[in-house]
Structures are given as structure tokens and as C-alpha cells.
């Protein structure tokens, strides 16, 4: 089946402007997560959504990002007023609860290059 | 603070030989430990896990041990194989289903 889809895979951006990143799940999966990977770092947690439940924000780095998750299903992220420090590749995935052991099913990531 | 740690940036093994790649952690509070791979250009997939609770897990060519007294885990590879050449993650989860804590990553080069 079709798996967790991410778009655009690439975005330059100026510094300053705004940028929506979005993310497909895989159907039927209750569970949406947003990571990032700096350059040269591990995968950093940004925020994730589980069904209806209020979102873990804890790991958004500022108050110019933030994300939402309409009807269950798709995911955008939102980056405000992007400064260079957010150039990074932009992870979402997703998972189950009927997955054992809690794996999460990553999509290929969006590049974002802040100029 | 780095909850998870992967002190080996990279590691070159033979084709053939045994990969072993190291993590520690400092978190007492995960549940379940996962090694993820990841190639250029692609997302992460999952490779292995391991409980808490246990001490060895095993599938197929790799193996993770985890050794809860000294917090740390390995995951060995044997035969390495040159389509393992990728990056590995270690990552720690706390609960039923919650953000993953990853670690820096090890670059593994397997050459013939």
C-alpha cells in the first residue's frame, strides 16, 4: 500500500517568508509525527498528533512554527517569518497503535533550504 | 540535553565481517528501544527493537543487545552486506505511542 507521502520535497526559500510543508499519512493510521534533521544532527522531534487528543507541541523550537492536522488525516506544517537557522529536511511519520512495537513509518522528508 | 547518544559519526566494516554500532542513553524512563536505518534522500525504516525488558533481540542477520545497568545498546549486523552501507539510528520511546528520541546517527560504509 501507499505509503506516508510528504510535498514538496524540495523548497528555497528567502529568508523571512513563510512556508507550509505538508504531510500524507498512511491511511488508517491515528498517529502523525513531524521530526527534522539539521545538518550534521540526529532527528529532532517537533510535534505530534494522536486521533482527537490535544497535540504534543513540546518539541516546536519556536512560536513561528506550528502545525495542524485536519480531519484526521493530512498534515501541514507552518513555518513563519523562516530564518536560516530552520534549513533543515523536514520528517513527518506516522504510525498505529495496532503496530508492534510502536514503529513510526517515515516519508521521504521535505529539504528546506532558507537563502 | 542528549538522551541518546551515538558517539561513532561512522564506522567502515568488510563485507562479510560482523558491524557492531553503539548507543547509549541516559532516559531510565523508555520502553522500548529501535534501531532505524536510512539511506540519502530517503526517510528513515525501521530495522529492529528491543523491550526494555529484554536483553537480546534477534531477526534474521541482525541482533540488538541492550544492557540496562550500563545503558547501552548495540546492534550487530552479521554478515555485514554491501546494501547495509547507510546510516543507523538508535532511538528510545516512552509509552504505547509517543515521539521518538534519536540519537546522532553512524554512517556505515561496508566495502567489498
Known amino acids: 500500500g501507499a505509503g506516508v507521502s510528504q510535498s514538496p520535497s524540495n523548497k528555497v526559500t528567502e529568508k523571512g517568508k513563510d512556508v507550509e510543508l505538508r504531510c500524507d499519512p498512511i491511511?488508517?493510521?491515528?498517529?502523525l509525527y513531524w521530526y527534522r534533521q539539521s545538518l550534521g544532527q540526529g532527528l529532532e522531534f517537533l510535534i505530534y498528533f494522536q486521533g482527537n487528543s490535544a497535540p504534543d507541541k513540546s518539541g516546536l523550537p519556536s512560536d513561528r512554527f506550528s502545525a495542524e492536522r485536519t480531519g484526521g488525516s493530512v498534515s501541514t506544517l507552518t513555518i513563519q517569518r523562516t530564518q536560516q537557522e530552520d534549513s533543515a529536511v523536514y520528517l513527518c511519520?506516522?504510525?498505529?497503535?495496532?503496530?508492534?512495537?510502536?514503529?513510526?513509518?517515515f516519508g521521504p522528508g521535505t529539504r528546506l533550504t532558507v537563502t | 540535553d542528549q538522551q541518546v547518544k551515538q558517539n561513532s559519526p561512522s564506522l567502515s566494516v568488510q563485507e562479510g565481517r560482523i558491524s557492531i554500532l553503539n548507543c547509549d542513553y541516559t532516559n531510565s524512563m523508555f520502553d522500548y528501544f529501535l534501531w532505524y536505518k536510512k539511506y540519502p534522500a530517503e526517510g528513515p525504516t525501521f530495522l529492529i527493537s528491543i523491550s526494555s525488558i529484554k536483553d537480546k533481540n534477534e531477526d534474521g542477520r541482525f541482533t540488538v543487545f541492550l544492557n540496562k545497568s550500563a545503558k547501552h545498546l548495540s546492534l550487530h549486523i552479521v554478515p555485514s552486506q554491501p546494501g547495509d552501507s547507510a546510516v543507523y539510528f538508535c532511538a528510545g520511546i516512552t509509552g504505547t505511542a509517543s515521539k521518538l528520541t534519536f540519537g546522532t546517527g553512524t554512517r556505515l560504509q561496508v566495502t567489498l
Open positions: 491511511s488508517g493510521h491515528t498517529a
Open positions: 511519520a506516522s504510525s498505529s497503535p495496532r503496530d508492534f512495537p510502536y514503529e513510526q513509518y
